[in-house]
């Protein structure tokens, strides 16, 4: 078993992982050919797990619906704050499309239930897009977006223990256009055999600037360096100044070896920009922070 990336609840007591035959993982094999990786290694499921019991608490999908991941396909999670001893979380299974398969999951000590939402989402998002636009034509491919989403948010993510919001970005197949974009707020609960999910509302607007995002973060940290680059530069003389320009340099190419490397070692449920992209936005904050720990006072 190993952990899925960035699969962890906020208070490290769940997670995703997944498993295959042989602990002797070629990952390049994976990159260049996910068929055989997978006639190789005989991927079997993804699990829900209690690392507070390292115990695995049910499979992704349930039996015989393994979710199989793919070098282009990405699997992601939200978990809900602890209530008496259980939780909600919802799973996104992506791929280039959007959003192929969204769970919504009911983790309790004993076990996990889970049903798929993802037709009760899209049905929400296209009936809105049908109320608000004068013409749709070809399919709505819509992506729910779970990386990073808070536990506990006041726009996104959950609410409380029984409601979330979830940001979505919907395209026009037909027309390779924006179709829509908001935050559909679901009302979660506790089900006989299986939790339910009904729709409250659809909030419009862009989610292409909310920092949650890997590529935005990366984007403002970006930004966020390169002004405290300029800073710092202006208090140094010149000859300091080349020195720190030839630093940024190295810096910037060890960035990239580090985001290669990142995506070599990556778990087989990650899509390898989601990876290249967050290990940029890390490195980058790190990078940042250690400027600004440079700077004079009041300059």
């Known amino acids: 078993m190993v952990l899925a990336r960035h699969s962890k609840s906020a208070d490290g007591r769940h997670a995703l992982a997944w498993t295959v035959s042989d602990p002797a993982v070629d990952w390049a094999l994976l990159e260049s050919d996910a068929d055989a990786f997978y006639t190789k290694y005989d991927a079997k499921e993804i699990w829900v797990v209690d690392l507070s019991q390292t115990k695995r608490l049910g499979v992704l999908g349930g039996p015989g619906s393994y979710l199989r991941p793919g070098s282009h396909r990405t699997l ?3 978990w809900g704050p602890m209530e008496n001893g259980r939780r909600f979380a919802l799973t996104a299974y992506d791929w280039k ?3 192929d398969t969204l769970l919504l999951l009911d983790v309790s000590p ?3 239930m889970q ?3 993802g037709k009760l989402a ?3 998002v296209v009936a809105n897009i049908k109320r608000t636009s004068r013409k749709l034509e070809g399919p709505i491919d819509t992506q729910y977006l779970l990386t990073g989403l808070p536990e506990l948010g006041k726009k996104i993510g959950f609410f409380d223990a029984e409601t979330v919001g979830l940001p979505f970005s919907s395209r026009n197949r037909k027309l390779d256009a924006p179709a829509a974009s908001g935050v559909l707020v679901l009302k979660l609960a506790p089900g006989g055999s299986t939790p339910t999910a009904s729709v409250v509302k659809i909030v419009p607007g862009a989610v292409t600037d909310d920092s949650f995002t890997d590529a935005t973060r990366l984007a403002r940290a970006d930004k966020e360096l390169n002004a405290v680059y300029a800073s710092l530069r202006r208090q140094l003389a010149p000859a300091a100044q080349e020195s720190l320009r030839t630093e940024q340099r190295a810096w910037i190419d060890h960035r990239e070896q580090e985001a290669d490397a990142a995506v070599r ?3 087989e449920t990650d899509n390898p920009r989601i990876v290249r992209d967050r290990t940029r936005w890390k490195l980058t904050e790190e990078r940042t922070a250690e400027l600004r720990r440079k700077l004079k ?3």
Do not use: H
């Open 97 to 99: 499309w959007g959003t």
């Open 110 to 112: 004993d076990g996990v």
């Open 265 to 267: 070692e990556q778990g």
């Open 115 to 117: 049903s798929p939402v």
């Open 122 to 124: 899209d049905d929400a």
């Open 76 to 78: 992601s999670v939200a």
């Open 297 to 299: 006072p009041g300059k």
